[in-house]
């Protein structure tokens, strides 16, 4: 088995789950894949990862960080970020503006850090695990 190239715009960032792919264009459009097209999708960013209830999170070219809700609405979250990661239970990770990694607390509807870290430049998370990507280029896995 091998890659097989899928047609659509030049892409800077992708997110998927089991209920939706989404691609940020280098040109910072967002477009969700849709039966075997590409649908321009609302909105502009940097950054994106996909929840598992099919939601697109993003960040922005200036860190502001949005979830797509149920009401089909971008909804600004609190807090700047670099980067975002949804794990399949739905936990949301954004590595902040100062490298700290923050996991989002819904009760609170604002970013609780686990981190202090100050080189953090991407997040990963799946299977129960976070990881992320320093400035110097290490990887990291939290425990």
């Given at each position: ?58 960040v922005t070219k ?82």
């Amino acid at each position: 088995k091998g890659w097989k190239k899928v047609p659509g715009p030049a892409a800077q960032d992708i997110g998927a789950s089991a209920k939706g792919v989404w691609i940020i264009g280098v040109d910072e459009k967002i477009y969700q894949r849709v039966g075997n097209t590409w649908k321009l999708f609302g909105g502009k960013a940097q950054r994106i990862d996909v929840d598992e209830d099919g939601r697109p999170w993003i960040v922005t070219k200036v860190g502001q960080i949005y979830v797509h809700t149920n009401n089909l609405k971008w909804h600004k979250l609190p807090g700047a970020a670099t980067d975002v990661a949804v794990d399949a239970r739905g936990a949301a990770y954004v590595v902040g503006t100062s490298g700290g990694v923050f996991v989002f607390n819904g009760t609170k509807r604002d970013w609780d850090r686990i981190s202090d870290d100050k080189d953090s430049v991407a997040i990963g998370v799946g299977g129960g695990q976070v990881w992320r990507v320093s400035k110097s280029n290490e990887t990291y896995q939290f425990h």
